[in-house]
């Protein structure tokens, strides 16, 4: 048994050609995925910083019609979105970390992974532009910046869909 351990070292010794190709492929999709991860963070949050009449649009586009969304435990459908982030009072997000790690792509490796994107920060909002009456939640948050977390499955769609090919497939936000 210790002689096909050798064995196998030595084989990896023979071909360190496949072991640098391997890594420096997977040091690519690693590369990539970074830098899809970071455009998306900042389109993302820029979008949802426009003012709230502005706001629909731009959210929208960066989510697969079939997304599932997630905002401090309540669902909402992709039809309700636009009505959802235009209703939101105006936000200012400061990002202070995000990580991101590809899972697997197509089963022929022919397409780019899919990606975990996970990220914190503080997000200040303004006074809501549709306050609603007898709020149960009397206590003024206004300017006051708030901690969050929030995770994303961006899907390799294709050319044309989303910048880099990429859209939400699911996203979940929670205020810490």
């Not at 992709?78 to 200012?92: C, G, I």
């Not at 920060?121 to 206004?142: C, E, L, R, Y």
């Not at 050319?159 to 936000?173: H, K, L, N, R, V």
Request: charged content about 15%; overall charge negative.
């Amino acid at each position: 048994m210790a002689d096909e351990g050798l064995d196998a070292v030595c084989s990896l010794e023979e071909s360190p050609c496949e072991v640098e190709t391997a890594s420096a492929s997977i040091e690519a999709i690693v590369a990539n995925s970074t830098r899809v991860a970071e455009s998306f963070v900042s389109r993302y949050y820029t979008a949802q910083d426009l003012d709230p009449q502005e706001r629909p649009g731009p959210v929208q586009q960066l989510y697969a019609p079939t997304a599932r969304v997630t905002w401090n435990g309540n669902p909402i459908a992709y039809a309700d979105l636009p009505a959802f982030v235009q209703q939101m009072p105006k936000s200012a997000h400061e990002v202070q970390a995000f990580d991101c790690h590809p899972i697997s792509g197509s089963a022929n490796g022919a397409a780019p992974p899919s990606l975990v994107v996970t990220v914190s920060g503080q997000v200040a909002h303004g006074p809501n532009p549709t306050p609603s009456a007898g709020s149960i939640n009397s206590k003024n948050f206004d300017q006051l910046p708030r901690v969050f977390s929030q995770s994303f499955i961006l899907v390799y769609t294709g050319p044309g869909q989303g910048e880099d090919g990429y859209t939400i497939a699911s996203d979940s936000f929670r205020f810490c």
